[in-house]
């Protein structure tokens, strides 16, 4: 069993950032590969970043140069900077980990970002 737990989220002015937490537990952080996803009101949820183990990230173009996400082991803790922020990116942004063939969710944390 995974529990994962967001904070950091808020309300910013487009072109601000902000800095987003996920703090896992019931497992060996260390061996999880790490994923943030967003999902705006009546739209699918989307992909926002990943970190593998090993330190590896990866992005979807809509967020690369952006979004850096990051990962503490010794805090079991992964982030999500997100800078220059855009109206588009107001969602509620989730943290996710699969580990023993099961995927596990956190609550979220909502960022809404004013025009």
């Known amino acids: 069993q995974v529990q994962l737990a967001e904070s950091g989220g808020g309300l910013v002015q487009a072109g601000g950032s902000l800095r987003l937490a996920c703090v896992a537990s019931?497992?060996?952080?260390?061996?999880?590969?790490m994923a943030w996803y967003r999902q705006a009101p009546g739209k699918q949820r989307e992909w926002v970043a990943t970190?593998?183990?090993?330190?590896?990230?990866n992005y979807p173009d809509s967020v690369k140069g952006r979004f850096t996400i990051s990962r503490d082991n010794a805090k079991n803790t992964v982030y999500l900077q997100m800078n220059s922020l855009k109206p588009e990116d107001t969602a509620n942004y989730y943290c996710r980990t699969t580990f023993s063939f099961r995927t596990y969710w956190g609550r979220g944390t909502q960022v809404t970002v004013s025009s």
């Open positions: 970190i593998t183990s090993g330190g590896n990230t």
């Open positions: 019931g497992t060996i952080f260390s061996r999880l590969e």
